[in-house]
């Protein structure tokens, strides 16, 4: 028939037979898988377990690092409460303090005024009496000259 369309199925037919066989499996691809699970455990050995190992130990140490801050805080949140409520105490003391002060002031305050008063009550009491004795010899000394002026008014008269 025609000898180009045999040659060209000929050709064809002999591309098929050697891509089929490029297809079968052979004792290369084999080894090629052998080696390529080889070199992955043997990869995972070397390296990937290390650095998953390093990676576990740097994130414990974080975690743990953290839970040491967080118990810190904890602490120094506490102490802060402490230290706040222990100065409120302190501030109440005084100020319960300064109005004992300020009662005691107030009650020697009045002690002092209610002395200074008696005091002052007193002087005056002994000034009116002394007043009194003196109005008394005024009185007297008055009586007694005024009956001598009296008589020598009289006798001024008289005569």
Known sequence: MFPALLQSCEFSRTRTL?????????????LIVLMVWALYFVLRKSFFDPINQILTTREAASQDALQEARDQLAVVEKKSKAYAEALKQARLESYHQQEVFRGEALQQRSQIVAQGRQEGEQLIGSARQ??????????????????????????????
């Open 18 to 30: 050697t891509a089929m066989s490029a297809m079968s499996l052979d004792l290369s691809v084999v």
């Open 130 to 159: 002394e007043i009194q004795s003196q109005v008394v010899a005024a009185r007297r000394s008055l009586e007694t000259e005024v009956s001598g002026i009296a008589d020598g008014i009289v006798k001024g008269i008289l005569r």
